[in-house]
């Protein structure tokens, strides 16, 4: 079974900067993508950006330029540099996860984190 554990949300002031972080643990064999994503109160859960096992990356068009997405391989976590952050930011930030398991390595799973507050006010 995989696991996500997710840090480093919290208040910040607009402008300010904050980067979560996702581990993911448990038997793994390989990762194929790992995403961030966001709900705030009365939106639909959106994507983030998502980092793919061969370095890709897509962000949504509202973090451009201010978010950045990355992951270390060796430690099955992933990163979400936030800058810049904007009110409009504000958010349950969620860590998900896609890959295959040692236990069924032809089958694909895919988790979710248990979601982090990121807060941008003033």
């Known amino acids: 079974q995989v696991q996500l554990v997710e840090s480093g949300g919290g208040l910040v002031q607009p402008g300010g900067s904050l980067r979560l972080s996702c581990a993911a643990s448990?038997?793994?064999?390989?990762?194929?993508?790992m995403g961030w994503y966001r709900q705030a109160p009365g939106n639909q859960r959106e994507l983030v950006a998502v980092?793919?096992?061969?370095?890709?990356?897509n962000y949504i068009d509202s973090v451009k330029g201010r978010f950045t997405i990355s992951r270390d391989n060796a430690k099955n976590t992933v990163y979400l540099q936030m800058n810049s952050l904007k009110p409009e930011d504000t958010a349950v930030y969620y860590c998900?996860?896609?890959?295959?398991?040692?236990?069924?390595?032809?089958?694909?799973?895919?988790?979710w984190g248990q979601g982090i507050l990121v807060t941008v006010s003033s």
């Open positions: 448990g038997s793994i064999l390989t990762i194929n993508y």
């Open positions: 998900n996860v896609g890959g295959t398991e040692r236990r069924f390595p032809r089958e694909n799973f895919g988790v």
């Open positions: 980092v793919f096992s061969g370095g890709n990356t």
